[in-house]
């Protein structure tokens, strides 16, 4: 353990490297990939271009470090983290490197300030943090590889289905090259996709959420293709799109997240998307349906118009029963749409809809959508006063707050 001379070195010092938090980081992405280019196999490039994956990393640092004398409190976050870095195939062997560098930043932009004893004593309190991950991810990876059907690192998928769901969003249907068991997954989970791309250094790895329920011999994907305007288009989502088709192998890692339906509850729940953030409520749905027939769901999707608007008959066909309820929100319905009433609110959904057609006494809310989709709504839950256990949500990127 620390000493008290470290801990209270760690935690004064935390308000300056917060003010320099994204240039410490930013500089500790350019340190560590000179020195091992290789780890850009892992990370996303594009959220590094964007500062997403900046913010997620420098804020959990600091965070831990005014923890540092009682990480238990911070246990649920590096949970989630643990998570996205057993998806990705984090070792211990990687944690010396992150420290390594970080320490080096540190030095560099704090310059005088960085004194050996503050040095040090990051230092001792970064082992301490990167031991709780170390042990965290030690039994994910071991739960992982034990259960049935598991394994550890990228196994080799084949798709087995290629389906056009709508204009930008299309499914893939992967079943493992082996023909041996896959594992089982909770609603709301995801898998990481690993692709070596022609004329590419580096692989580039990605998330995608399982969008049907578990229980079957395929994972389901859903994926949207990301065209940049400013910007260039999304590697990996084109590439699927594009370039791969049915027989094609696809390096998957097992399901991971902990952003799932809570099946032990029998109370109402109510699973809010926009765009192809209905992928991990799909799968919540369906579930649902199959495996609690009698719970009471509602299912919200907010998308432009029914061009963009995925999987809508798998809803369609669910929401026949009684305690299925679907509510689609266009907020650029085309004339095709009006013309064929296929949508039941026109523009984006707001609070006192939800107050008023929503019973909301019981129920657990999961959400998921662009950040400003997830903003909107969360305030909203917020304004209506759902408690934070009954919130529940997943960002399609590096984690951010919703409350800024
Ligand atoms: C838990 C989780 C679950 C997910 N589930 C799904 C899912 O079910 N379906 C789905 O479609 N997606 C899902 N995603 C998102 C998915 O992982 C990818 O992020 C998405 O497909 C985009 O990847 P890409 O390689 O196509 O785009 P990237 O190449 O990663 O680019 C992402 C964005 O950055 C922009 N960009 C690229 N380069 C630059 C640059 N130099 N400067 C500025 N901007 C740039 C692009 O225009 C694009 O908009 C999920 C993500 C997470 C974390
Ligand atoms: C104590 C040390 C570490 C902390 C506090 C930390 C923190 C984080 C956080 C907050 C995220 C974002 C998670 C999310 O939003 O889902 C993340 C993702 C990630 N981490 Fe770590 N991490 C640490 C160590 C490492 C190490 C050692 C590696 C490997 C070299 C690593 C590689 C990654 C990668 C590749 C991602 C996903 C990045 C992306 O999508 O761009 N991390 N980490």
């Given at each position: 353990m620390l000493n008290t001379k470290t801990i209270e070195i760690v935690k004064s010092t935390v308000p300056v490297l917060e003010k320099h938090g994204e240039t410490i980081t930013t500089r500790f992405y350019q340190l560590m990939f000179s020195n091992h280019p290789e780890l850009l196999n892992i990370f996303n490039h594009a959220n590094q271009k964007q500062g997403r994956q900046q913010k997620a990393l420098a804020g959990t640092v600091y965070a831990a470090a005014m923890y540092i004398d009682n990480l238990g409190a911070i246990l649920p976050v590096v949970k989630q983290i643990a998570q996205k870095h057993r998806s990705l195939g984090i070792l211990p062997e990687h944690y010396p490197i992150v420290g390594k560098h970080l320490l080096l930043a540190i030095k560099e932009v704090l310059g005088d300030a960085a004194t050996d004893e503050v040095i040090n004593a990051w230092a001792e309190a970064y082992n301490v943090i990167a031991d709780v991950f170390i042990s965290v991810e030690a039994e994910l990876y071991d739960e992982t590889e034990h259960q049935q059907g598991g394994w550890n690192g990228f196994r080799n998928f084949i798709v087995a289905r290629k389906v056009v769901e709508s204009d930008v969003i299309t499914s893939f249907y992967l079943k493992p090259e082996d023909n041996k068991g896959i594992a089982d997954f909770i609603p709301g989970q995801y898998i990481s996709i690993k692709l070596e791309i022609a004329g590419e250094t580096f692989t580039h790895i990605r998330q995608y959420s399982l969008s049907d329920a578990p229980g079957k011999d395929y994972y389901r994907i859903s994926v949207k293709r990301e065209t940049g305007t400013d910007n260039p288009d999304g590697m990996v989502s084109n590439f699927l799109h594009n370039g791969v088709n049915v027989g094609d192998i696809l390096k998957v890692s097992a399901p991971a997240g902990d952003?799932?339906?809570?099946?032990?509850k029998k109370t109402p729940v109510v699973l809010l998307s926009g765009g192809v953030g209905l992928t991990p409520m799909m799968s919540m749905l369906k579930t649902t349906v199959e495996a609690q027939p009698k719970r009471k769901v509602t299912f919200i999707h907010a998308a432009a118009n029914g061009n963009v608007h995925a999987l809508r008959d798998e809803v369609e066909e669910v929401s026949k029963l009684e305690n299925v309820h679907a509510y689609f929100f266009y907020d650029s319905p085309t004339e095709e749409d009006r013309k064929n009433n296929r949508f039941d609110v026109e523009g984006y959904v707001t609070r006192d809809w939800l107050h008023e057609k929503i019973d909301t006494k019981e129920a657990d809310f999961y959400f998921c959508g662009p950040v400003p989709f997830m903003k909107a709504i969360n305030r909203s839950l917020k304004e209506i006063g759902i408690t934070e256990d009954r919130i529940h949500f997943e960002f399609f990127g590096p984690m951010g707050n919703l409350e800024e």
């Amino acid at each position: 353990m620390l000493n008290t001379k470290t801990i209270e070195i760690v935690k004064s010092t935390v308000p300056v490297l917060e003010k320099h938090g994204e240039t410490i980081t930013t500089r500790f992405y350019q340190l560590m990939f000179s020195n091992h280019p290789e780890l850009l196999n892992i990370f996303n490039h594009a959220n590094q271009k964007q500062g997403r994956q900046q913010k997620a990393l420098a804020g959990t640092v600091y965070a831990a470090a005014m923890y540092i004398d009682n990480l238990g409190a911070i246990l649920p976050v590096v949970k989630q983290i643990a998570q996205k870095h057993r998806s990705l195939g984090i070792l211990p062997e990687h944690y010396p490197i992150v420290g390594k560098h970080l320490l080096l930043a540190i030095k560099e932009v704090l310059g005088d300030a960085a004194t050996d004893e503050v040095i040090n004593a990051w230092a001792e309190a970064y082992n301490v943090i990167a031991d709780v991950f170390i042990s965290v991810e030690a039994e994910l990876y071991d739960e992982t590889e034990h259960q049935q059907g598991g394994w550890n690192g990228f196994r080799n998928f084949i798709v087995a289905r290629k389906v056009v769901e709508s204009d930008v969003i299309t499914s893939f249907y992967l079943k493992p090259e082996d023909n041996k068991g896959i594992a089982d997954f909770i609603p709301g989970q995801y898998i990481s996709i690993k692709l070596e791309i022609a004329g590419e250094t580096f692989t580039h790895i990605r998330q995608y959420s399982l969008s049907d329920a578990p229980g079957k011999d395929y994972y389901r994907i859903s994926v949207k293709r990301e065209t940049g305007t400013d910007n260039p288009d999304g590697m990996v989502s084109n590439f699927l799109h594009n370039g791969v088709n049915v027989g094609d192998i696809l390096k998957v890692s097992a399901p991971a997240g902990d952003f799932v339906l809570d099946m032990n509850k029998k109370t109402p729940v109510v699973l809010l998307s926009g765009g192809v953030g209905l992928t991990p409520m799909m799968s919540m749905l369906k579930t649902t349906v199959e495996a609690q027939p009698k719970r009471k769901v509602t299912f919200i999707h907010a998308a432009a118009n029914g061009n963009v608007h995925a999987l809508r008959d798998e809803v369609e066909e669910v929401s026949k029963l009684e305690n299925v309820h679907a509510y689609f929100f266009y907020d650029s319905p085309t004339e095709e749409d009006r013309k064929n009433n296929r949508f039941d609110v026109e523009g984006y959904v707001t609070r006192d809809w939800l107050h008023e057609k929503i019973d909301t006494k019981e129920a657990d809310f999961y959400f998921c959508g662009p950040v400003p989709f997830m903003k909107a709504i969360n305030r909203s839950l917020k304004e209506i006063g759902i408690t934070e256990d009954r919130i529940h949500f997943e960002f399609f990127g590096p984690m951010g707050n919703l409350e800024e």
